[in-house]
């Protein structure tokens, strides 16, 4: 029997036990259940990140197994030709899907996409090698024709935006960092350290493609694309680089690939008045009877064979109809989990043998 004292002048009154031991029980009993919930929560979680590494080592091979299925389709066409085209098995989702369904895997768990880096407007190439000092004339042509299209939807109160930009460009890749800015409108450190947050110009080849933000007169507005306009991010590529004839460096030749080219750049590859032309490449470049193309995309002039091209005249310096270095995506996916590996991959010849191999340059998991 427990006793409390209420007050001095009145006697002792007795408190049953069954009450006290009920409320010490209720404290016991939410103390409990707070450390169950709090167990369960921290053991559920470490489950769940147990099945999520699980998985994304799981996806991780087989991402990688869709890298390796496309570096053999690469070589085998290779093997076959040096010319590069859109109709090529690897530049062909139908083919790449039979290719996943006779290695065995799922093309609803693992899809894979090539492209090629000449098809592609190659920034780096727009200065002259080896320190970029100089405008390379028919990269600057390209760059005017495929970025004044877009500008002119987005032009303010500059003069001209676009010749802006592509100042801003070169000075941000060529090697020097000083007051000699390209024209009146280009672009050296002394300028991008008075923004906030300061930082500095390259002064160098560019290292991903997202840097073009970073330049002075481009927007993600006009990179990303917004309001129907033409985004510039999915036509430009900071690779491509090539050994130099001497061997001992690497330049971006800066060539398009007419036979891989989206339509885009195409069109940036023609003089304004023809850019409509683009199109009729475009076809020519897919036209079938039956499951044979019947075009012969080998020749650099072919394009002078599609309809309405025969009198039409792109800058040679600006073509080619071969590649070396291809951008692998390979995806896997399982329930509501998804990983992707992007894959810069470059073929080479051996010198003494003749013999094509190929090689990683790049690899991310984005």
């Known amino acids: 029997m427990i006793f409390i004292r209420r007050d001095k002048k009145k006697p002792f009154l007795p408190l049953q036990d069954s009450g006290v031991a009920m409320l010490i029980a209720l404290m016991v009993i939410t103390v409990l259940v707070a450390l169950t919930v709090e167990s369960h929560r921290k053991v559920r979680g470490m489950a769940q990140s147990a099945v999520a590494d699980r998985v994304r080592g799981q996806l991780e091979w087989t991402a990688r197994g869709g890298v390796v299925l496309a570096q053999a389709l690469l070589l085998e066409n290779r093997r076959k030709s040096t010319n590069v085209t859109i109709q090529d098995d690897w530049a062909r989702p139908d083919k790449i899907q039979l290719a996943l369904l006779e290695a065995g895997q799922d093309p609803a768990n693992l899809s894979v996409a090539i492209v090629d880096c000449l098809s592609l407007i190659q920034v780096n190439a727009l200065g002259k090698p080896p320190h970029s000092h100089e405008f390379n004339p028919e990269q600057q042509q390209l760059w005017d024709r495929f970025l004044r299209p877009i500008f002119s939807e987005h032009e303010t109160d500059e003069i001209n935006p676009t010749t802006s930009f592509i100042n801003s460009l070169k000075d941000w890749l060529d090697r020097e960092d000083d007051d000699a800015t390209t024209g009146l409108t280009g672009a050296e450190s002394d300028y991008y350290l008075r923004l906030d947050p300061p930082y500095r110009a390259r002064n160098g080849p560019m290292l991903q493609e997202e840097e073009l933000l970073l330049v002075k007169g481009m927007t993600p507005e006009i990179y990303l694309g917004a309001y129907g306009i033409k985004p510039v991010a999915p036509f430009v590529t900071v690779c491509g680089a090539a050994l130099s004839a001497d061997r001992q460096r690497r330049e971006y030749p800066g060539r398009i690939n007419i036979s891989t080219a989206p339509l885009e750049v195409l069109e940036a590859l023609l003089p304004p008045e023809d ?26 002039a072919w394009y002078k064979n599609a309809p309405g091209c025969a009198d039409l005249e792109i800058d040679p ?50």
């Open 275 to 300: 850019a409509d032309l683009a199109s009729s490449m475009a076809a020519f470049r897919l036209e079938q009877d039956g499951d044979t193309f019947i075009n012969n995309l080998a020749p650099p």
């Open 317 to 366: 310096k600006l073509v080619t109809t071969t590649s070396n270095q291809f951008i692998i995506y390979s995806t896997a996916k399982k329930d509501s989990f998804s990983l992707t590996i992007r894959a810069v991959v470059e073929l080479v010849q051996d010198i003494e043998s003749s013999k094509w191999d190929i090689s990683i340059l790049e690899w991310e998991i984005v």
